[in-house]
């Protein structure tokens, strides 16, 4: 590679190569350049002949190069989209999956149809993270009062500027699952969570770039996957209202031991499992109390 002005095209091919090379995502130089040009994607795609300023590309060749030793690109860049709006990511908090906009999406459509327009309705995230689930549920459903949860204190820090930045008034929470809710005698109509849902042993064939950048608290949940879950289905009962929405994001194959876990904790629930848009059980859902 030499230092000579390349233009974007050029730095583009570079960079795919490279990666491609490292065995790494050859699309995400494409992202990297991107950003740190400061464009919209129809404005980029039109500078493709353009030359790439110095500076900006010194920047793109240490992110490439971050990228190839494993270090995920919404981690170099701060920003991971969801539902249409950028939210803030660092290493204390879990990269928002396209999957979880499926979560979002089939709990907004479950409580219209649910609640109708019954007002003061509460809703509890608990494991915020960044505070995608959150922030989107008020924004796209502002007559909700939304509560997020987290244990950790920096997690808790980034999904309040999250909320902050785009506007959505949430309450944040610091704590370990649903006890301060019990210990605070609180109820909700709504409870989600995107737990950790990873077996332990799957550390061992999963890819370094998510195994050593995003944090294990957020990942693994003991031998099965399952631990969050049992605590939650314990925990429930003493939080949600007579008449209440419950959402789990699950682990590809996890649905049917999560749905028997809330049909337990809530005889005579409706408890359904709902497919993602690749066909993997990924959302539990129960209707407790219609």
């Given at each position: 590679?030499?230092n000579q002005?390349?233009?974007?095209?050029e730095?583009?091919?570079?960079?795919s190569?490279?990666?491609k090379e490292?065995n790494r995502?050859?699309n995400a130089?494409e992202i990297?350049?991107q950003?740190?040009?400061?464009?919209?994607r129809a404005k980029?795609?039109a500078s493709?002949?353009?030359?790439?300023?110095?500076r900006?590309f010194e920047?793109?060749?240490?992110?490439?190069?971050?990228?190839?030793?494993?270090?995920p690109v919404?981690y170099?860049?701060?920003?991971?989209?969801?539902?249409g709006?950028d939210f803030?990511v660092n290493e204390?908090v879990l990269?928002?999956?396209?999957e979880?906009e499926?979560?979002?999406y089939?709990?907004?459509?479950?409580?219209?149809?649910?609640?109708?327009k019954?007002e003061?309705?509460k809703?509890?995230?608990?494991g915020t993270?960044?505070?995608?689930?959150?922030?989107?549920l008020k924004?796209?459903?502002?007559?909700l009062?939304?509560?997020?949860?987290d244990?950790?204190?920096?997690t808790?820090l980034?999904?309040?500027?999250?909320?902050?930045?785009?506007?959505?008034?949430?309450?944040?929470?610091q704590g370990?699952l649903?006890?301060p809710f019990?210990?605070g005698?609180e109820?909700?109509?709504i409870v989600?969570s995107n737990?950790?849902y990873i077996?332990?042993?799957d550390i061992e064939?999963?890819?370094e770039?998510?195994?050593e950048?995003e944090?294990?608290?957020?990942?693994?949940?003991?031998?099965?996957?399952?631990?969050?879950?049992k605590?939650?289905?314990?925990?429930l009962?003493?939080v949600v209202?007579?008449?209440?929405l419950?959402?789990?994001e699950?682990g590809?194959?996890?649905?049917e031991?999560v749905?028997?876990?809330?049909?337990?904790a809530?005889?005579?629930?409706k408890v359904?499992?709902v497919?993602d848009?690749?066909g993997k059980d990924?959302?539990v859902f129960?209707?407790?109390?219609f």
């Open positions: 590679m030499s002005a390349m233009k974007v095209y730095a583009l091919q570079w960079a190569s490279f990666l490292k995502d050859d130089g990297l350049l950003h740190y040009m400061g464009m919209d980029f795609l493709l002949r353009e030359e790439v300023e110095a900006v920047d793109f060749k240490k992110a490439v190069l971050l990228h190839s030793e494993g270090k919404q170099i860049i701060g920003i991971e989209s969801f539902y709006r803030k204390d990269i928002p999956r396209p979880t499926e979560l979002v089939h709990t907004l459509k479950r409580v219209g149809k649910l609640f109708g019954k003061g309705l809703l509890a995230d608990i993270g960044s505070g995608a689930i959150a922030v989107t924004l796209e459903n502002p007559d009062a939304v509560t997020a949860t244990i950790y204190g920096p808790l980034l999904a309040e500027e999250n909320a902050r930045h785009l506007g959505a008034d949430v309450r944040f929470v370990d649903l006890k019990i210990d005698g109820r909700f109509d989600l737990p950790p077996p332990d042993g064939w999963m890819s770039v998510v195994t950048h944090p294990h608290r957020a990942l693994f949940a003991g031998i099965d996957g399952l631990n969050i879950y605590r939650l289905a314990e925990e009962p003493f209202r007579e008449e209440a419950i959402g789990f699950v590809a194959g996890q649905s031991a749905a028997s876990l809330l049909s337990r809530f005889p005579g629930a359904e499992t497919y848009i690749n990924r959302m129960a209707e407790v109390g």
